[in-house]
């Protein structure tokens, strides 16, 4: 899927999806300002999506190394590294109803793998606090690591 197809189907979804959202979502009681950034939801989400599915890890590298040198033409009002990552936050909830909406078929037919998210060494679980409430031991291949377990599932097609 080239760019520009998968601008306009992000697009297309975040035209349909945000009225409904802000419209379901409960008042805080104070006023909030939604003030508009120069890139708009849909080229921050156009963002995103290639760049998890890419090889890199850093999102600054990301952005400086693909966007800001091959794909300027692309998006002429970037903005800088800092503040999109600061509006990163605001993408999550329609990307993660953007993905849903994009899920393959169920044919009954899937390929799972997993691997491990190591939370800390063996040796410092009990000292360990950051993912207390949430981590577990488990057994690999490999031998016991204490975090989490990351799934994923293919359909027969490749979705």
């Known amino acids: 899927m080239s760019l520009d197809d998968?601008?306009?189907a992000v697009d297309d979804f975040c035209r349909l999806f945000l009225p409904d959202w802000h419209r379901q979502q409960l008042?805080?009681?104070e006023r909030?300002?939604?003030?508009?950034?120069r890139l708009v939801l849909s080229e921050i989400m156009t963002i995103l999506i290639p760049f998890h599915q890419?090889?890199?890890r850093d999102f600054k590298?990301?952005?400086w190394l693909q966007v800001c040198?091959?794909?300027a033409g692309a998006f002429p009002q970037r903005l800088s590294d800092n503040r999109l990552v600061a509006l990163i936050p605001?993408?999550?909830v329609p990307l993660g109803v953007y993905r849903q909406t994009r899920k393959g078929q169920a044919?009954?037919?899937a390929l799972i793998d997993a691997t491990s998210l190591v939370g800390c060494h063996n040796r410092r679980i009990h000292r360990h606090q950051v993912f207390k409430q949430i981590a577990r031991r488990g057994k690999t291949s490999v031998g016991w690591c204490y975090g989490f377990k990351l799934h994923l599932v293919v359909n027969d097609g490749g979705e």
Not at 32 to 37: F, G, T
Request: net charge positive.
């Open 27 to 29: 008042p805080h009681g």
């Open 107 to 109: 044919t009954g037919i």
């Open 69 to 71: 040198r091959h794909l």
């Open 61 to 63: 590298a990301f952005y």
């Open 54 to 56: 890419s090889h890199y």
């Open 6 to 8: 998968l601008f306009c």
């Open 32 to 37: 909030k300002r939604r003030r508009s950034s």
């Open 90 to 92: 605001t993408a999550l």
